[in-house]
């Protein structure tokens, strides 16, 4: 099964680059908003190997995440997991053929990582105005993981499947 095969490579390469996103990330803001490096990486993993492989992505990249953080342990890989689950869909063939399903799927992982996220907060007992949520944050980090996305597709289009 290729999911082990690889799976000892993503501890350090999600290490490395949640890392990145928390030192560099910070440089990279457009008008506040970061690019979020781990969801894009668990997203293109998604659309290269399947939803089963970009799970575990997920799940490890979401530790990497919440012990960077220090937000809820776990709420970040249950959050990546369902934008990996979701985002599967246009594995392989989809994926190949079309230069927008990339971004398309960076919108939607992005909004599901979002929505699962901040759900997970609130029922932790964090709360949130929703309007300026959606308006400030939301909305904003989705408009610019899409655009990345939409950017790498001449490099992903690369990686074998």
Do not use: C, K
Request: no cysteine.
């Amino acid at each position: 099964m290729s999911i082990w095969r690889t799976s000892w490579l993503i501890v350090p390469v999600l290490g490395a680059a949640a890392i990145f996103q928390v030192v560099v990330g910070p440089r990279l803001a457009v008008y506040g908003v970061r690019p979020d490096l781990i969801l894009l990486l668990v997203i293109a993993r998604s659309l290269l190997a399947g939803r089963h492989d970009a799970v575990l992505w997920g799940f490890v990249g979401g530790l990497w995440m919440d012990i960077l953080s220090g937000g809820p342990m776990g709420a970040s890989s249950l959050a990546l997991m369902a934008a990996a689950l979701l985002t599967g869909v246009g594995h392989s063939a989809i994926f190949r053929r079309n230069l927008f399903v990339p971004s398309i799927a960076a919108v939607l992982g992005s909004a599901a990582f979002s929505l699962v996220y901040l759900a997970i907060l609130t029922i932790v007992g964090y709360r949130f105005p929703p309007g300026l949520l959606l308006t400030e944050l939301i909305t904003p980090v989705v408009l610019y993981n899409g655009t990345l996305m939409f950017l790498a597709t001449p490099l992903l289009n690369r990686f074998p499947e």
